[in-house]
């Protein structure tokens, strides 16, 4: 039980150590430089989104911005919001894609249409599920050039709506801030180091054009992690941001949003390797479920000590709900977020291994 006890203790060491090479969008003071940003969205049957998104992005301060919308076949009325409320902005292009190719995957062949048609210095990629703070492009644009990077990304606040969504959506900060060792990944251009999030990818215009840009992995289903690890490749600077402060993300409206969502990431995003899927199985039973037995045998025995790998294990996801902004009580479904993230890895690796494919937004991918 020691050295169960102080395995633990080294997980929440490395947690609380790792974050900090995780640096925030802090609020600074206008640059007397201010680069064109074209600002990007692709935009599938997102009506319940539009009219929130375009008053988010009306409220940006910074003055040298211009927009552009990709309408890629939707059914609803995306179109016909997008034309009656894109009035609030100046400089706003609506675009309607071209039908989906062969070999494509839908959301990276309309970012790739988009780049074809936008002009700016810098590209931010955004989706229309993405909130932003009023001076959002200053504190990245400050970051990016005083850190010299290439692409600036991260994982947004996500509000939670359905029972599925708390207990699943806010483990992609978990899963970045337990697994990737956050100074290598931010000073090094080991491509192996790579986590992004596809709903918010700032990228130069030159790093976007030398890592090749979506074409570059038009049939990749994790097309924002390929794409980073393809602007380290061509010598570009990768900056994983802590953009909670200043992003935020309604990621799914329902629970089969998020069933359908996960389960088309997360075995792709393990490169299929079941393998990987193997250990991931073991260190999450080893580190967040195996608690619960020894807190069950602790109360019946009477022995207290059985009862602090628990309490650890809450402490770990208690330092990065912290330091994300999630809600104060989700530390709280630790263990039953862990045990829904195996069950749903295991669903992705069986659709991806029997060829079933994968279903997102009325399409489906191998």
Sequence with gaps: MFYYILFLLIILLWTWINRLFMP?????????????VAVLVPLRNEEKHVPALLESLSQLSYPNLSFYFLNDGSTDQTLSLLTKHVK???????????????????????????????????????????????????????????????????????PTKTILSKILVP??????????????????????????????????????????GHQAVKNSLVEDVHLTRLVKKSGHKVCLANITRAVTCFMYETNQEVWN???????????????????????????????????????ITGTILYCLPLILTFLIRLVIDQFTKQERWTWLLMPISCLMLLVIMYYSMYLGLRKKGFEWKGRRYQ
């Design 24 to 36: 925030s969008l802090y609020s600074t003071t206008s640059d007397s430089i201010q680069p064109e």
């Design 88 to 158: 609030q902005l100046k400089k706003a292009h609506i675009i309607n894609g071209e039908t989906l190719p062969a070999g494509w995957v839908g959301k990276v062949h309309a970012c790739h249409q988009l780049s074809q048609h936008a002009y700016g210095s810098f590209f931010l990629f955004i989706d229309a599920d993405i909130r932003l703070n009023s001076d959002t492009i200053e504190r990245c644009l400050h970051l990016m050039i005083e850190k010299r990077v290439g692409l600036l990304t991260g994982f947004p606040r996500f």
């Design 171 to 212: 483990m992609q900060h978990v899963v970045v801030l337990l697994h990737l060792p956050l100074f290598v990944a931010n000073h090094f251009s080991n491509p192996a180091f790579t986590a992004a999030h596809g709903s918010f990818m700032f990228f130069s215009k030159k790093a976007y054009e030398d890592s090749g």
């Design 261 to 299: 969502g996960f389960s088309k990431n997360i075995f792709p995003g393990l490169g299929r390797s079941v393998s990987l899927v193997l250990l991931i199985t073991l260190f999450y039973i080893s580190v967040f479920l195996v608690p619960c037995f020894l807190l069950f045998y602790g109360l």
